[in-house]
């Protein structure tokens, strides 16, 4: 390759950056490559690694940068490793070059107490000085004609000005803690980053592809839709597709976060990453590769961080003001106190390099980023996806939620409800009348009766002589007689007195159902109830969400005043707001937003997209199954699931409180060591070893969102 992928403004380049460890440098590496010639915009995802280049990207020049901070640079597309396999042999050089450093270290100190002459001692610690900052002077060549002053840089000058000044001891501690503090760092941002690269493991890379009469393994780049994938009991899948031959009980955690396996047959779709529990399938490919759901989840994990939470921007604009001015402070520690006070140069000069160390702001900048990934990547394994920390934090903030009804708090398709049959008419005969009217209708309610009859078992037998009667029903021969279903309208205009049956109607309908009524014109064989069946799980939802906090629940509906009161009633919401054209729907969560201020709505994705747009969080049901959930909304819930948002406020709840606590824990420690530097209470190890000790902290600290669990309640 010759180093250019420059084929037009605009165009998106994406390279593949390791040995990122502080976060700090690697910020100011993305805005290196930002300033460019030809760059238009860079991007560096420091957990993944991934860097997107706008503009024209001259690759020899990314990597000129990159070796600044010992980065290896690889495009995407020449990309044949995983990141944590290309450089395996790195840590094992580092860690032997810090054990050494270490050694060489105790091995002077042990010389020079024990009243041994400089010369025997001094040369341990010059050992341990270049064993320990090696990689960190290689780093600092480079970045100190760039005017760049990163971390290398300042340890570097560090270790140097300890030596000039005779502090030996100090120079090879420093050396040596630092060493072992970038393996250290490394090692807890890989626990981070072995987060997303768990999502990335979840989908096979071959498949078993029937092929002319054949079986063959084939890499999943170059499957094709329409090819057939023969799935065995206990295999994952390796792309979605729909089931053509076969029933089997699929595991799909890995992409909606349910535990139980879902009974799946022919006609139904199934998805990459998913475990075929048992009984064999045949699959035939829907999607490609880079299209299938798991693919996208990670590809929104992934960019995630594009969407900065504001705390993370707060804190980088911080560390860009913080770091000039300790290092402005730090030369006039050196320079003044001696030369207008005439104190002694040697004492002044190491507190300006203790300065130095401590300007460095590298637990303040990871304090953000590494807690929002941990969340984002712990909802996507429970089937949340959330796309951006600026969503995440205001996931927390929410006083109010809007719901939708259909599809949302409801299953979005009519189920028989109630069967009440009247007179000597059993419910068994009643429901087998109506499913023999009923099959030969194409109505949608009509399909619940016949649903309703094959789930108990019913053979149904169609009547003769079926005709249709628009707005109104049906009629056929059953029995020798001629019999009708339909609205309690049918009936009235048949000439049949409805006062039989008016206390039953008036009941079923005051719970919001829709009522048919079967019989002929002279006698009644009872009523069936149809209705949009509550969600399991919707009411207890919506009493969590109360407990967490949500002081406002308002469902919001195009149906009538009576059904959306008995849907409200039954799930347990706070407000009410029927009979909504999807344009009334942005007008209410308007109007919400000026009152309850922080207002997330929760729907379809679809013809709730405007009202989902102008709330504080849109919030999509069924992103496994549909494009535009994932695409129109801020958060989608994966399974139709909505007591997964209670988990989802807890996690960006845990979330806010930890950077809260990392933030305070890293600017106390910055405090208390810049206070600290001008009595002389600060020494160069102690300053490094709290530099290290605050980074790892925090790391750790945001690494325990990743075992934040939905349906309990875990307090951080």
């Excluded at 010992?70 to 990309?79: H, V």
């Excluded at 490793?81 to 790195?90: D, G, I, M, V, Y």
């Excluded at 299209?291 to 990670?298: L, P, Q, R, S």
């Excluded at 609205?487 to 309908?509: D, H």
């Amino acid at each position: 390759m010759n180093g250019y992928l420059n084929s037009g403004a605009g165009q998106l380049h994406i390279f593949q950056v390791d040995g990122i460890c502080c976060l700090d440098c690697a910020a100011k590496f993305e805005k290196g490559v930002a300033a460019l010639p030809g760059v238009i915009k860079a991007s560096l995802n420091t957990v993944t690694g991934k860097l997107t280049v706008k503009g024209e990207a001259d690759l020899e020049s990314i990597r000129r940068l990159g070796a600044g901070e010992n980065y290896i640079i690889t495009p995407l597309t020449d990309r044949i490793l995983p990141a944590s396999k290309t450089n395996e042999t790195k840590p094992k050089w580092e860690l032997r070059r810090a054990v050494l450093s270490g050694v060489a270290l105790s091995v002077a100190y042990g010389i020079e107490k024990s009243g041994a002459s400089s010369m025997i001692f001094l040369p341990f610690y010059v050992v341990a000085m270049i064993l320990g900052g090696w990689g960190n002077f290689q780093k600092a060549a480079r970045a100190l004609p760039r005017f760049n002053f990163n971390m290398s840089v300042l340890m570097s000058i560090a270790v140097v000005g300890a030596l000039a000044i005779g502090q030996y001891e100090e120079g090879a501690s420093v050396a040596f803690l630092y060493a072992i503090s970038e393996m250290l760092e490394a090692w807890t941002m890989d626990k981070a980053r072995r987060s997303i690269r768990e999502l990335m493991d979840i989908a096979p890379g071959t498949a078993r592809i029937r092929q002319n009469g054949n079986e063959a393994e084939v890499p999943v780049e170059q499957i094709a839709i329409g090819d057939v994938m023969i799935i065995r009991p206990g295999e994952k899948l390796a792309m979605d597709g729909v089931i053509i031959k076969g029933v089997s009980a699929i595991n799909q955690a890995a992409i909606t976060g349910e535990s139980i396996p879902v009974e799946k047959g022919p006609g139904e779709p199934v998805y990459a990453g998913t475990i075929n529990t048992h009984g064999a399938l045949e699959v035939k490919v829907t999607k490609l590769v880079q299209d299938t759901a798991i693919a996208k989840i990670i590809h929104m994990v992934e960019t995630a961080q594009e969407q900065r939470a504001p705390s993370q921007t707060f804190i980088e604009r911080f560390a860009a003001v913080y770091t000039p001015v300790v290092m402005i402070l730090a030369v006039g520690v050196m320079i003044v106190p001696p030369f207008m006070f005439g104190y002694g140069w040697a004492a002044w000069i190491y507190r300006g390099l203790v300065l130095l160390v401590v300007s460095c702001p590298c637990a303040l900048v990871v304090s953000t980023p590494v807690a929002i990934v941990s969340a984002i990547s712990n909802a996507a394994k429970h089937g949340v996806l959330i796309k951006g920390g600026v969503y995440l934090e205001k996931f927390g903030a929410l006083t109010a939620i809007g719901f939708d009804k259909t599809g949302t708090l409801t299953k979005g398709e009519p189920a028989v409800t109630d069967i009440v049959p009247f007179g000597n008419v059993t419910e068994t005969d009643l429901l087998a009348m109506a499913a023999g009217l009923e099959i030969r209708s194409e109505h949608p309610l009509a399909a619940a009766i016949v649903k309703a009859a094959e789930a108990r078992g019913f053979e149904i037998v169609a009547v003769k002589d079926f005709s249709a009667i628009p707005g109104r029903g049906a009629q056929g021969r059953f029995a020798d007689q001629t019999v009708y279903i339909g609205n309690p309208r049918l009936f009235s205009e048949l000439g049949v007195s409805l006062k039989p049956l008016e206390i039953e109607i008036r009941r079923l309908q005051g719970e919001g159902k829709t009522v048919i009524i079967a019989g002929t014109q002279e006698a009644f064989y009872g009523t069936i109830a149809i209705a949009d069946e509550v969600r399991d799980g919707s009411a207890a939802a919506i009493s969590v969400l109360k407990q967490e906090g949500i002081r406002h629940t308002i469902m919001l509906t195009g149906d009538n005043a009576a059904t959306a009161k008995a849907i409200a009633t039954r799930v347990g919401v706070d407000e009410l707001r029927a009979e909504l054209l999807p344009q009334d729907k942005v007008t209410v969560i308007q109007e919400l937003l000026t009152r309850y201020g922080q207002v997330a709505m929760i729907g379809d994705g679809i013809n709730d997209a405007p009202a989902m747009a102008l709330s504080t969080v849109g919030i999509a049901m069924g992103g496994a199954g549909t494009d535009t959930a994932l695409e129109t909304a801020d958060i989608a819930l994966m399974a139709d699931d909505l007591r997964m948002l209670p988990f989802t406020i807890r996690l960006s709840r845990n979330t806010l409180k930890i950077i809260r606590q990392n933030i305070g824990f890293s600017l106390a420690i910055k405090m208390i060591a810049v206070l600290a530097v001008f009595p002389g209470w600060l020494t160069l190890w102690l300053a490094i070893l709290a530099d290290m000790g605050a980074s790892i902290s925090v790391t750790l600290n945001s690494l325990r969102l990743l075992q934040v669990k939905p349906r309990e309640d875990q307090r951080l």
